[in-house]
């Protein structure tokens, strides 16, 4: 493959400067692309973009690739953001990364790289792609990254066989130190760069703050879950998730113990957060869940009543489960032991060993007190 083109998407950060610095020390004709794929408030403190750029054309002229700049934000507002929004309004919590992921990145990225006569594309995620004899020909795994505290399968668990195909990821085998050694050993200017943190467009800004600009407040009542006790005003319920302890503004409550307060639920139809006392109250404890919008990395879907392990967020523990109902479009997960918080609109994810076998949307999860469906 050595002198074959490959696109680099270059986002400014160490990780793609080292994905990019690998493939031309490996002999690829490497060009870089940065991607801008928010414009709403790109002279804001919070919107990074701008230096980004200039960052990742440091990089660039550091390893001597061609670079250019390409604009997404259209695409990235209809595709992603959109879906986000709706999301939120319909009280639940979309993870837009992975999104950002299946439509910008391995979707409009892609396309682009190709039209530019490129055999490849690769960016700086910490994952593997194998190749392997399937039964009709060659076929692709998704594998985690090397650096379990950086692997981030995760959110690449919606790409297709056609995408692996046509990826690379350079630094799947390294852990974040090697990367971050490679780069100040070559003299890139961003080895020591802090690595970026949230959601891609919202970066380190309030959240809050950021979602009032879209989705108007609507207060409410904080309620005792299953019970008609206020103890409690909320700004509105796309503003929380499942599992939240922090910002509820729940001050003493008359008999009830000095225990912290999570959201337990919202009461779409009556403007509620439903509330609960205690890290591991039954409520916040989910047996099993229900999946839609499914995807799976392979041609051929799961195994049902097979031991797998799933990820209900970034960054869990791996969970012990089986998948016992499964279609087309919807699949029952059931865990060998309770999980905490399961949140409707974020991703589970199944893995079989190192391998991510995709995954789907959380649509409903049934708690330890309630009788599986």
């Keep these: 493959m050595a002198d074959s083109k490959v696109i680099v ?141 950086k692997d981030q399968s995760y959110f690449l668990h919606r790409l297709n066989q056609s995408q692996l195909a046509k990826t690379l990821f350079p630094i799947g085998h390294l852990y974040k130190r090697e990367v971050r050694q490679l780069a100040l050993d070559a003299g890139l200017p961003n080895h020591a760069r802090k690595d970026s943190t949230g959601i891609c467009f919202i970066g380190e800004r309030p959240f809050r703050e950021f979602l009032a600009r879209y989705l108007p407040r609507q207060p409410g009542e904080i309620t005792l879950l299953g019970t008609d006790k206020v103890i409690g005003q909320h700004q509105g319920l796309a503003y929380y998730t499942l599992g939240q302890r922090e910002g509820l503004g729940i001050g003493g409550v008359k008999g009830a113990p000095e225990e912290p307060w999570y959201v337990a639920a919202k009461d779409m139809r009556n403007n509620r957060l439903e509330v609960v006392q205690g890290h591991d109250h039954a409520a916040l404890l989910a047996t099993s869940l229900q999946a839609v919008n499914l995807s799976w990395v392979s041609p051929r879907p799961p195994r049902r009543n097979w031991v797998y392990a799933a990820k209900t967020r970034y960054r869990q523990t791996d969970a012990a489960c089986q998948i016992e109902r499964i279609d087309e479009d919807f699949c029952e997960v059931v865990f060998a032991a309770p999980q905490w918080a399961v949140t409707p609109g974020q991703s589970v994810v199944v893995y079989e060993s190192r391998v991510c076998l995709g995954g789907g949307v959380i649509q409903t999860a049934n708690p330890v007190n309630q009788v599986d469906v």
């Excluded at 190749?131 to 020909?137: M, N, Y």
């Design 9 to 149: 998407g270059l986002s400014g950060g160490v990780d793609s400067a080292v994905a990019a610095l690998l493939l031309k020390r490996a002999g690829y004709h490497v060009i870089g692309v940065f991607m801008k794929n928010w414009e709403d408030d790109d002279d804001e403190e919070y919107c990074s973009s701008r230096q980004d750029l200039v960052d990742a054309a440091a990089v660039a002229d550091v390893l001597g690739i061609d670079f250019e700049a390409v604009n997404f934000s259209a695409e990235y507002r209809e595709r992603v953001f959109a879906d986000f929004l709706l999301e939120y309004q319909a009280g639940r919590t979309p993870n837009p990364d992975i999104l950002c992921n299946s439509e910008i990145k391995f979707k409009a990225f892609l396309d682009h790289a190709l039209t530019m006569g490129a055999e490849k594309i690769a960016t700086g995620h910490y994952a593997q792609v194998r190749e392997f004899a399937g039964s009709h020909g060659s076929e692709w795994q998704l594998l985690r990254g090397e650096d379990g505290n």
